[in-house]
Every structure is written in structure tokens, then in C-alpha cells.
């Protein structure tokens, strides 16, 4: 239960981390990027956070779901990406372009592809090393992640990754960071039963 308790003072902070910033937005004021990441970028990373003050200020129930990621290279920007959408329309995609896009990610050979190829362009034998896959079975899966569009083929042999593929493997090992289990299935028990005793 310790470890329950201590979860819940972790997200307490996080939520009142978050109040802080939402309560700065409100009287105007920008938080700076502190980070040597975020410097000299364009103030349109922090747009959707705008969006949500200016476009959805008369809509009391209301939301953005954002996306990012920003990479550097040799000291320079090398790439972004940032996306947002109001909730209402998020939850109008359907289900069959979701399942598309994250079918790829349900297979671990896979995602050891795609983070072997986020490091440069790499040959079968390359990627035969990092994923464990011969022949058959690693041509299936780089297969698999061409029909995606995650991958390309640069030169015969050679492989590489898209930004497509960039931006979908960032966005869901972020994800799966963010959203992995913390609380066992007993602790989960123990707060349905006392949310039902209350």
C-alpha cells in the first residue's frame, strides 16, 4: 500500500506542477524553455497550449491531445514534429486507422527494428544482429513496416527509417513509458473496494 501512497503524492505533485503552469497561461505569462534542447526553436512548440486558452475558452468541457518530439544533431535542429487535435475530433478516428498504425508495434522484432534504425541506415546483417531474425523471418517483418511506411529501402539491402516511422516509434515508446502499469492488480482491488465502501 506504501508504494500506492506514494504514487498518488507523485501524480498530487505532477497535477499541482501542471495548475501552476495552467494558472501562468491564464495571466499571460510564458514560461521560457529551459532546456538546451528547446532553444532557439520557433515559439510555435507551445501553440496547441494557446489553442487550448483561445479555441476552446467557451466550450466548458473541452480538450487538445498533442503530440511532439524535437531532435538535435551535430548541435542543430535536426527534426520536429508537433500535432494536436481538439478531443471531440480525436475521438471521431476510427478504429480501423488506429489498429493500421499500431499493428506494426505489436510484434517486439519490430520495434527493434524500427530502434536500430533510428540510430542510421542499416543492412540485413545489421539488423539480423540486432533483432536475432534470419532470411525469411526478418525480410516478413521489414516487410511489414514498408507496407506501414515506416521503413524504406534506400539501396538493395539497405534500409532505412522514415519519418513517419521516426514519429510513430517516439510517439509510442513515450507512450508506453507514460502509461506503464505502476499499481499490481491487488492494489487496483483494494481501491475498488474501498471506493465502493464509501
Excluded at 544482429?129 to 514498408?146: F, I, R
Aim: a negative charge; glycine letters at 10%.
Amino acid at each position: 500500500m506504501s508504494n500506492l501512497k506514494k504514487e498518488m503524492d507523485e501524480i498530487r505533485r505532477e497535477l499541482s506542477r501542471i495548475s501552476d503552469e495552467v494558472e501562468m497561461l491564464k495571466e499571460g505569462k510564458k514560461q521560457k524553455p529551459s532546456s538546451e534542447v528547446l532553444q532557439g526553436l520557433p515559439e510555435d512548440v507551445g501553440k496547441y497550449l494557446g489553442l487550448l486558452e483561445k479555441q476552446l475558452a467557451d466550450k466548458p468541457d473541452a480538450g487538445i491531445a498533442y503530440f511532439g518530439g524535437i531532435g538535435k544533431k551535430g548541435g542543430k535542429l535536426a527534426w520536429s514534429y508537433h500535432s494536436g487535435y481538439e478531443v471531440e475530433d480525436v475521438l471521431k478516428c476510427p478504429p480501423r486507422r488506429v489498429a493500421s498504425l499500431l499493428s506494426p508495434f505489436s510484434n517486439e522484432q519490430r520495434i527493434l527494428i524500427l530502434k536500430a534504425l533510428i540510430e542510421g541506415d542499416k543492412g540485413s546483417s545489421e539488423l539480423s544482429q540486432a533483432t536475432g531474425l534470419e532470411g525469411g523471418q526478418l525480410y516478413h517483418h521489414l516487410k511489414e513496416l514498408a507496407l506501414a511506411d515506416y521503413i524504406e529501402q534506400k539501396e538493395r539491402g539497405i534500409y532505412a527509417l522514415t519519418d513517419k516511422g521516426r514519429m510513430a516509434l517516439l510517439t509510442v515508446l513515450a507512450m508506453a513509458m507514460t502509461l506503464e502499469k505502476k499499481v499490481t492488480p491487488e492494489e487496483i482491488d483494494m481501491i475498488f473496494q474501498e471506493k465502493s465502501q464509501e
